[in-house]
């Protein structure tokens, strides 16, 4: 799917809306991630020693509130399906909104190497957050509230020791490190910009759309809304 749609996209722009549908991958995705992932940390949380109890009673909840959010994304994704790009703009199926390129600042990967798998995502600038943030309902407040803090924590602060702390806990230390990178890139991009905000653009709410074509989309978007 992602090199014939960066080919029509670079031939015709945006004519056409660009929709990640959910299909039978983010389905099975759903049930059996769901299954391996919560199933597995609450056996280790009643059926392990110490070390795995602590995995389970971190991973529990973590997972199981993800698989819950994913699940709303995907029950509410309907004809614009869980991502959708269009001349107008971005609907974020994550947070049920609707922004304009007016709104949408440069987006780049941000990548995480945990043991022999490299992690990467999308990551993009929103403009007049605060405007967005009285549109969303609970979860979706929640989440944006998490990138927002992530985006204005302080360097070198609580959050980064304890990214840190977590990564040699379990092993992972250049991962913790990688992460600390991570977030201060995201203060970096935001400090000229009070009202500014990072927002992600999960794998998983589109499948079939790579990392590389998600950016050159948005970020082709952005240079000509700045041209206009």
Known sequence: MSSRTIQHFRQYGLTEPIRAKPGIWSWLFFVFGGLF?????????????????????IGLPFFGFGFYVYFNVLSRSGERGMLEFSKQGIYHGL???????????????????????????????????????AQLGGVERFLFMLMERQ??????????????????????????????????????????????????????????????????????????QAAK
């Open 37 to 57: 992932l919560v199933g597995g940390s609450l056996f280790a949380l009643v059926d392990g020693g110490p070390f795995e109890f602590l995995v389970g009673l």
């Open 95 to 133: 947070y049920n909104i609707d922004i304009p390129w007016s709104d949408i600042g440069p987006a780049w990967i941000y990548s995480i190497q945990i043991g022999m798998t490299n992690n990467s995502d999308v990551l993009f600038i929103l403009r007049n957050a605060p405007k967005y943030k």
């Open 151 to 224: 985006g204005r924590s302080q360097s070198g602060g609580a959050l980064d020791m304890g990214v840190k702390a977590f990564g040699m806990v379990f092993g992972e230390a250049d991962a913790g490190s990688d992460t600390v990178n991570a977030l201060q890139e995201m203060r970096n991009r935001l400090k000229n910009d009070p009202n500014s905000a990072v927002l992600g653009i999960p794998r998983i709410t589109r499948f079939g759309l790579s990392n590389d074509d998600t950016v050159e989309i948005i970020n082709t978007m952005v240079m000509q």
